[in-house]
Structure formats: C-alpha cells, structure tokens
T-cell receptor
Framework: AQSVAQPEDQVNVAEGNPLTVKCTYS??????LFWYVQYPNRGLQFLLK??????LVKGSYGFEAEFNKSQTSFHLKKPSALVSDSALYFC??????????FGKGTSLLVTP | NAGVTQTPKFQVLKTGQSMTLQCAQD?????MSWYRQDPGMGLRLIHY???????DQGEVPNGYNVSRSTTEDFPLRLLSAAPSQTSVYFC?????????????FGAGSRLTVL
C-alpha cells in the first residue's frame, strides 16, 4: 500500500520568517517526490520535484525541499515567507508506472 | 497552447440526473486522470488512463465512468448523481506515467448535487 502523510492541516507563519511544510511517505521502491501548490480558487501547479542526487531540491518562487531517505520525508521549506505564499500545498510521492496519489494537503497562512 | 481544458466550470444537478464533465488536452499526453477535491480529504483519484482505449480505477471510482477514445479527451460521466458527489473535480495529464513527469491540471469543475 502506498500512503503519504501531511501531519499539519494548517501552518501559520509571519511574513519574513522561515516556513516548513512537512511530508512523510510510505511508497515501495524509490519514488519520485513532488510538491504542488493550489492558490485560492485555482487549479494545482507544479512547485518542485526530487528524482535523484542532491537531497536539497530548489523549485519555483524560492521554495526548496529536503529529501531524507532514512525518514522517508520530503519537507517543503522557504527561508523567508511572503503573504502571497498563502495557499494549499500538496505532497505527492510517485512510484513510476503507478497513478499519482496526493496527501490531504496543508494550508499555509502567511500573515503580514 | 491551451493545456488542459475542463468544461463546464460550474454545474448544479438534481439527485438522479446524469452528466458528463469534459476534459481535453492538446499536449499529446498519454496519461490523463480525474481527481475530486473535498475539504479535509485532499485530492482523491477517481479514474485514470495511460493511453487511448485504456482506463483504470483509482481510489474512489464508484458512481463514475470514463472512456478514452482519443488521446486528447477523457470525459468523466456521472450516470445517476448523488449529493455525495458534490465536489470540485480536476482533470490532469502528463506525458507518461513511467517517468518523473509533471502533472498539468485543468482549472476545475465545481459540481453541486441537490
């Protein structure tokens, strides 16, 4: 069975502070790891992905994610949050050849 | 390049009515899929297709039918709508399912079943 956990329904952070959105997964093999973002009343957009190599992956809008194989985690991070980062964030481990399942999502609220 | 186009954007149905949510992509993607998004439930996979003529069930397929007669189109059919099918539906496509390909999502279709 494949599963993905985003333990926090909501993350609140003040503008300018660092942010972390957590994701752990249980997927057979060596899955690719994705983060997608959904801004209010919009569809989902790709943010970043990990395939192999360096455990720190950089993506769009200043976001990065850290892959930890031993903890099967892929936490999303940003050094300095912006109010415009407020959105719903989805983690998605992808086992090649299998359909993509998403976590339940974490709502990020950045306050001025 | 239109990407993934979903129609309609909004729809209200009565219980027992049928309808089809349309999804079309112009990127020659092999893989297409349908998700529903409900508060607190995240995105749940309904059906998916890895190519024309091939479909498979996802996590929550009951009450929905799909077909894939062309590469471009992947319609989702509700044969007898129920209030539990009130949701926002997203169609998504990617080049293939075998690589680390990015999913391209449509803008969504909001369905209300009374």
């Amino acid at each position: 069975a494949q599963s993905v956990a985003q333990p926090e329904d909501q993350v609140n952070v003040a503008e300018g502070n660092p942010l972390t959105v957590k994701c752990t997964y249980s997927v057979s093999g060596n899955p690719y790891l994705f983060w997608y973002v959904q801004y209010p009343n919009r569809g989902l957009q790709f943010l970043l992905k990990y395939i192999t190599g360096d455990n720190l992956v950089k993506g769009s809008y200043g976001f990065e994610a850290e892959f930890n194989k031993s903890q099967t985690s892929f936490h999303l991070k940003k050094p300095s949050a912006l109010v415009s980062d407020s959105a719903l964030y989805f983690c998605a481990p992808h086992r090649p050849g299998y359909a993509l399942n998403f976590g339940k999502g974490t709502s990020l609220l950045v306050t001025p | 390049n239109a990407g993934v186009t979903q129609t309609p954007k909004f729809q209200v149905l009565k219980t027992g009515q049928s309808m089809t949510l349309q999804c079309a992509q112009d990127m020659n993607h092999e893989y297409m899929s349908w998700y529903r998004q409900d508060p607190g439930m995240g995105l749940r996979l309904i059906h998916y297709s890895v190519g024309a003529g091939i479909t498979d069930q996802g996590e929550v397929p009951n009450g929905y039918n799909v077909s894939r007669s062309t590469t471009e189109d992947f319609p989702l059919r509700l044969l007898s709508a129920a209030p539990s099918q009130t949701s926002v539906y997203f169609c998504a496509s990617s080049v293939t399912l075998s690589g680390a390909n990015v999913l391209t999502f449509g803008a969504g279709s909001r369905l209300t079943v009374l």
